[in-house]
């Protein structure tokens, strides 16, 4: 993570699946998964809303800095997948 954590909320069990998703992305060289992880993430940031779908709970707020710690988590998983390959 490049800045501190943004918001309570967010804990370890979303780090992880980011961190797989970008894992995925390069496992199955999928740009599907890449496209849709974009997207999702740009719609919540766009969206001024936080998803946290095991909680079910879409919560006000979102920032840059977030969006950005997220990005790196993806970008984490698919450089361990891409280098190990």
Do not use: C
Not at 9 to 36: D, P
Not at 46 to 64: A, K
């Amino acid at each position: 993570m490049i800045f501190s954590v943004q918001y309570p909320e967010y804990n370890t069990k979303y780090s992880i699946s980011h961190v797989l998703h970008g894992a995925a992305i390069a496992y199955f060289r999928s740009t599907f998964l890449m496209w849709w992880a974009i997207i999702y993430q740009a719609g919540q940031y766009l969206s001024d809303v936080r998803v946290y779908i095991p909680e079910q709970r879409i919560l006000r707020g979102h920032n840059f800095k977030h969006l950005v710690n997220k990005g790196t988590e993806y970008l984490v998983g698919y450089l361990l997948v891409k280098n190990l390959i």
